[in-house]
């Protein structure tokens, strides 16, 4: 995959692409997120875990920017984006998808997708031609579909798609952008077994330099996709290491105990 | 000094009359976000239903009766047929009471004809008071219309913050999933709110035939201004009826006594100035 | 570069058979036949002369402005209720430059010009809101134009009007005859509908589907949707502009009562009763509603009553309008096909009926312009 559909700002090698440094957000008298300092670096995988509630959503609505923090910072390969506005970090190459997905129902697969395309480029704006002629937006499209398993659904509206396919619809949406960091919020949630094997797939086959950040409850999609993973309690970080780590930790075990989201399905 | 106390008045009675139509809208697109565009036609309808109570009846008080409780009726009937059919659907709600504009309005140009009708006020109602503050005589019918528009606006405003009817409500307004939760029958609250806000239209033409004359066309007059009312209040908002109401009402009074070549855009001012700094208006809550 | 079952996909094979599988392969081919025929037929009407003519160029001009309107509203859900005034500035923007002394052709130009000005100013209010409340800020704004027209008597003649009085001349193009006027109005007439048609498949146009659908997610893929929303908005009132200069020349008299409330609702009934997010449903609603209202209310006077109860009936049983409920059919027909037919079976239905009908999705989803 390319990468040059955005800005690229400066970088150095071996620097963090996500950087959050005493990052906190308070709703009313309460943390949502606390203190949280963790580094992200380029091309690596991390999982983000934690019970209802520990602040995972909010954490990534402060990334994207649809939440402005109450203190801390967020730096994008070292530039501070703590106050920009969410299309321009999409511009940066951040992309996010939803938990709840948001997806355009009423419109087909190739349609989505297209319009995800077009996005970050001024074309997004052109009147004069169809868009259906816009010959390699339109194939671009297509191929991301087809890359990553929707090639065969491309003309059918999306409200017409399964749970599991709307799921990775709402992944390629993101990806069509090409980002340089993805944030992926609980993509198997609420699909069955049988509903995960698509959206498995596509996570394993997100190309590797890609630097991802998953929040996941489930322990298998996690094994299949991140090395380390960071553990969020009531805001705050509690842990982070590898995926190993911290299965093992009792802290964690603590957390989870009696909690059988977490168990494997 | 005197000139200014009694445009205050005349100010402060239209948005009496305002304060009666826009409040009804609020009330029902807060509870139901149902937008009824033919709540301008209720008001007309109802003015015209007193005028003919009056003209057979010979007295105001059985007409201003008539002229309530027959749009609530109306608005029963509305709501059991038509709004019912179409829950969940907000703008097809919102055309199908425009397309009940073009029938309710040709049905009173049959009945009524086309010529302005005016309401009579009865005989202590339609001659004047000294007013003692700034020593002016003043319009009994005026302060009448101003009169009602505090005592209903207190009325409604103890309906909904003391009494349990009122809980559920301004529960509909604040969470719509809560009021079901707590098992209350919400179409039998929605009935009685769409039916409220008919009356309170019906009550309005009414009184507001008594100044403005009724008249084809006085329908869409009134609904513009209770738009603007709601829109620079918040949409919704019961109190932002009442506070909208007041800036429009006087605005639009000092603006045709003192400004009368820029009168039309004094009405349209606050308005353009609440949506530039605060869409939602002025008690509006931000839409989510 | 591009992987053989997205070049299939592309490349919408379709294997219906029969008269729908026909229809549905030469689809474009059919409605640019039937375009042509309606646009031959009307021709034929407005060269007779006389009552017809003015009739044809009624519904071309409220068809204009109701095209427009779908625009915005079926295409990017923001329905406004103020196009009518859009079409009354036009007309004073002939009738009042005329009125002090101006030509035709400057006039025109003036008119172009007051008109996206006041849609470039009234549209940065406008779409600080949508749904819901745009509808009401468009009402607004409608009665904020009638009002002037109604009370600014010095500039618009107040309840009288202003009679229109100079028409433009380039070389054979003569509007003072009736017949050439007809011919301008229908052609003006298609180029604004190649021109809609040209920009609802547009990546613009896409755009206004994607707001129309989920405007917070088109913002979270880098589209700054206000600026879609307002430009939309400015091209929905030229649109209308158009058909209000249309209007100056066809009627030769402008009065605040072509833009009072009344025609407001009229306009936005045209588009929703034919049938939002397709070019052709206001056609159909302006050809309907223009003919209750000259031709039947010749044989009933409460046509007003009728127009309303039509109405009523069509925004309650069909959110989709009378095209959408031709589409309808169609689709059912199309459908109960596929499944009669032999080896069908084993095809997964969607795969196979739907290959055939994506190809128009963008202008013709089964989702309803009004919900």
């Known amino acids: 995959m390319s990468m040059g559909a955005h800005e690229t700002p400066a970088r150095q090698d071996g620097q963090a692409a996500l950087r959050m440094t005493k990052l906190g957000r308070r709703f009313g008298g309460i943390d949502a997120v606390k203190d949280v300092s963790l580094a992200v670096p380029k091309g690596s995988r991390f999982g983000v875990i934690g019970p209802n509630g520990a602040g995972k959503t909010t954490m990534f609505n402060l990334l994207s920017g649809e939440l ?54 001024k074309s997004k704006l052109s009147m004069l031609r169809p868009w259906r002629s816009y010959s390699t937006a339109v194939e671009e499209a297509a191929n991301v579909a087809s890359t990553f398993g929707l090639g065969e659904r491309l ?67 996690l094994r299949d996709v991140v090395e380390h993973v960071a553990v969020l309690h009531f805001g705050e970080l509690v842990m982070q290491g590898t995926v190993a780590e911290v299965q093992e930790d009792a802290t964690v075990q603590e957390l989870y105990l009696g909690k059988p989201k977490v168990a494997e399905s | 000094m005197p000139e200014f106390i009694s445009q205050t008045l005349n100010g402060l009675s239209l948005a009496g009359i305002m304060f009666l139509v826009s409040s009804g809208f609020t009330l029902v697109f807060g509870v139901m976000r149902v937008t009824n565009l033919s709540h301008g036609a209720v008001y007309l309808l109802g003015g015209y239903v007193a005028y003919s109570v009056i003209a057979y009846k010979g007295n105001f008080f059985y007409g201003l009766l008539a002229g309530t409780v027959a749009m609530a009726a109306f608005g029963l009937l509305l709501e059991g047929t038509l709004i019912r059919r179409m829950r969940g659907r907000p703008m097809a709600e919102l055309l199908a009471t425009l397309g009940l504009v073009y029938i309710i ?28 503050v700034g020593q002016i005589t003043y319009p009994n019918g005026r302060l009448f219309i101003l009169g009602v528009a505090v005592v209903v606006g207190i009325a409604l405003f103890f309906l909904l913050r003391r009494t349990r009817v009122g809980a559920v409500v301004r529960a509909g307004v604040d969470d719509r999933n809560m009021v079901s939760a707590l098992g209350i029958n919400v179409r039998r609250v929605f009935t009685a709110v769409f039916v409220l806000g008919a009356a309170l239209a019906g009550l309005g033409g009414v009184l507001g035939g008594t100044i403005f004359s009724l008249y084809p066309g006085g329908d869409s007059d009134i609904l513009t201004y209770a738009l603007v009312v709601v829109v620079v209040g918040g949409l919704g908002s019961y109190e932002g009826a009442i506070l909208g109401s007041l800036i429009v009402g006087l605005i639009d009074n000092y603006g045709q006594a003192y400004f009368p070549s820029l009168a039309y855009f004094a009405l349209f001012a606050p308005l353009v100035a609440i949506l530039l700094v605060r869409p939602q208006g002025l008690l509006g809550r931000a839409a989510t | ?315 309650v ?55």
């Open chain 3, 1 to 315: 570069m591009k992987s053989p079952s997205a070049a299939a996909a592309l490349n919408q094979v379709d294997d219906a058979s029969g008269v729908i599988g026909v229809v549905d392969r030469h689809r474009r081919l059919l409605s640019i036949l039937v375009g042509v025929v309606l646009v031959v037929f009307a021709g034929v009407l407005l060269g007779s002369g006389g009552f017809y003519t003015s009739l044809v160029e009624d519904i071309l001009i409220y068809a204009i402005a109701a095209m427009g309107l779908d625009f915005l509203g079926g295409y990017g859900g923001l329905v406004s209720l103020g196009q009518a005034g859009f079409i009354g500035l036009g007309a004073y923007g002939i009738a009042v430059p005329e009125a002090h002394g101006f030509g035709p052709w400057t006039s025109i130009g003036i008119a172009l010009v007051v008109v996206a000005a006041t849609a470039a100013v009234t549209g940065i209010v406008a779409i600080r809101v949508t749904g819901i409340s745009f509808v009401i800020i468009t009402l607004a704004i409608g009665q904020i134009l009638w009002g002037l027209a109604y009370r600014w008597v010095s500039l618009s003649g107040g309840d009288n009007g202003l009679v229109i009085s100079g028409f433009p001349k380039l070389g054979p193009l003569d509007l003072t005859n009736p017949q050439v006027l007809a011919f301008v109005i229908l052609a003006v007439f298609v180029v604004v509908a190649l021109v809609l048609r040209t920009l609802v498949s547009s990546p613009f146009g896409l755009s206004m589907l994607g707001i129309r659908s989920n405007e917070q997610r088109l913002r979270t893929l880098g589209y700054r949707t206000g600026l879609h929303r307002y430009l939309a908005y400015i091209i929905a009132s030229i649109v209308g502009g158009v058909a209000g200069i249309l209007y100056a020349f066809s009627n030769n008299l402008i009065s605040p009562t072509t833009m009072d409330f009344s025609h407001n609702g009229i306009i936005t009934l045209m588009a929703v009763l034919g049938g939002l997010r397709s070019l052709w449903g206001p056609v159909l609603g302006a050809l309907i509603i223009t003919l209750i209202q000259q031709e039947l209310s010749i044989y009933v006077s409460r046509w007003q009553m009728l127009m309303g109860a039509v109405f009523v009936v069509v925004v």
């Open chain 1, 155 to 221: 003309n059918i509206t999306a409200e017409e798609l399964s749970h599991g396919e709307v799921r990775e619809l709402e992944v390629l949406l993101t990806l069509a952008q090409k980002p340089e960091v993805l944030l992926l919020d609980e993509p198997a949630a609420g699909l069955s077994p049988a509903e995960r094997v698509g959206i498995r797939a596509l996570l394993r086959s997100l190309p590797r330099e890609l630097t991802l950040v998953m929040i996941e409850h489930d322990m298998d999609v």
């Open chain 1, 68 to 121: 402005r923090p109450t203190s801390g910072r967020v730096e994008l390969f070292g530039r501070n984006i703590t106050r920009l506005a969410p299309n321009r970090r999409v511009a940066l190459g951040l992309g996010r998808t939803y938990q709840i997905t948001r997806v355009f129902r009423d419109l087909t697969v190739l349609e989505n997708i297209t319009l995800a395309v077009h996005g970050l480029r």
């Open chain 2, 105 to 132: 309005d040709d049905a009173c140009l049959v009945l009524w004809g086309g010529n302005p009708l005016s309401l009579r006020l009865p005989g202590a109602l339609e001659g004047s008071s000294n007013i003692p």
């Open chain 3, 317 to 371: 049983f069909t959110p989709d309008g009378l095209w959408g409920l031709m589409r309808q059919g169609t689709a059912a027909l199309r459908r109960r096909r596929a499944r009669a037919g032999p080896g069908d079976a084993a095809r997964p239905d969607a795969a196979g009926t739907e290959a055939g009908t994506g190809q128009s999705s963008a202008t013709e989803s089964s989702e309803s312009g009004v919900r």
